[in-house]
Structure formats: C-alpha cells, structure tokens
C-alpha cells in the first residue's frame, strides 16, 4: 500500500467509525517528516480514542504497524506516526483551537469523495 493508499484507507476507516470533518492533506511538497496528512474529529476524548484503537487494529489487519502515538487518550488531540503519514485525532474544541488546516492550507486537499470514485 503507497502513502497515498494508506492515507485513504484511514480516512475511510475513520468515516466508517463516525469521525467528523474527515481531511487529508497532501504535505509532501512542504514537509520532510511525511508525505499526507490526515485529520479528524471525534464528538468526545472517549470517542479520540475509539478511533485511535480502531485505525490502529485495522492497520495491523493490513500489515502496517504504527511507529508511534502521542497524546493520550483523555487529551483530546492524539497523533499517530505511520511514516508517510500522520494522522491526527481531535475533539472538536482541541481542532477549533490549533487550526491545523490553516498551516498547511497552501498545501493540496483531497476530495475524499473524488478519490473514492476511483
């Protein structure tokens, strides 16, 4: 699986466990650290962390095996290091307040529903 697989795999892994507001941005051509990156938001910490387990066992199904999570799972903001990609799970507040899409905003958003037409 590519990076870019992989970051639409856990995109949809994370819709299909009800995570809100669902981005992945192509960060390749600005970071060294990871080619995409994901973000999503969960309605609770309880739910961050729901989805954490969930894309970390789906992954392992898969053969991929996450390098490292930071954050905890009461945090409200948990990343997870796969390498090419990053995925960040926030609370809605914990979103609001570091605005991450405006960092990396002159970097390329995936349609996801463009890319699940594929």
Not at 19 to 31: E, F, M, P, S, Y
Not at 56 to 70: D, L, P, T
Not at 80 to 90: C, P
Request: glycine content about 8%; charged content about 35%.
């Amino acid at each position: 699986m590519d990076c870019k697989e992989m970051a639409m795999f856990s995109a949809k892994v994370l819709e299909d466990k009800k995570a809100r507001d669902i981005t992945v941005i192509h960060i390749g051509a600005k970071a060294a650290f990871a080619d995409y990156m994901v973000l999503a938001s969960g309605g609770s910490e309880r739910q961050v962390g729901a989805l954490c387990d969930e894309l970390e066992e789906k992954f392992e199904k898969e053969g991929v095996f996450v390098r490292s999570v930071e954050g905890k799972k009461n945090s409200g903001w948990i990343l997870m290091d796969y390498g090419d990609i990053i995925v960040n799970l926030l609370t809605a507040d914990m979103r609001e307040k570091y605005n991450i899409e405006k960092v990396w905003g002159d970097c390329e958003f995936l349609n996801l529903e463009d890319e699940d037409d594929r």
